[in-house]
């Protein structure tokens, strides 16, 4: 006799850029720590208030503009964040 398999629970979070619901490893996470500022977390696991971005370009641009991701971290971006950012999400994919 088989034995039922176990659903897992994916946690869900919506991209900052396009507001789309995706599950948590498939987007990107920023974070706002006490002592480094605001950097991209690879691994999602940083301590901090963070805030999740599809590994697309758009939406990258998007967060970055009208100060959207400055809102969400509760944080102002320095212009070396700023600049950080832009230069991580030159290597994402664009478009689709």
Request: proline share 0%; with cysteine; aromatic share 4%.
């Given at each position: 006799m088989k034995t039922p398999s176990?659903?897992?629970h994916i946690p869900e979070r919506?991209?900052?850029g396009c507001r789309d619901t995706k599950g948590?490893?498939?987007l990107m996470r920023l974070v706002r720590?006490?002592?480094d500022g605001?950097?991209?977390d690879p691994t999602g696991k940083r301590p901090g208030r963070g805030v999740y971005l599809c590994p697309r370009w758009e939406c990258?641009?998007?967060g970055l503009k009208g100060g959207g991701l400055e809102r969400r971290?509760?944080?102002k971006l320095t212009s070396a964040e700023r600049q950080r950012?832009?230069?991580f999400a030159s290597t994402l994919p664009r478009g689709g």
């Open positions: 176990v659903v897992r919506t991209c900052i948590k490893r498939e720590t006490t002592g605001i950097e991209v990258w641009q998007r971290l509760r944080a950012i832009q230069e």
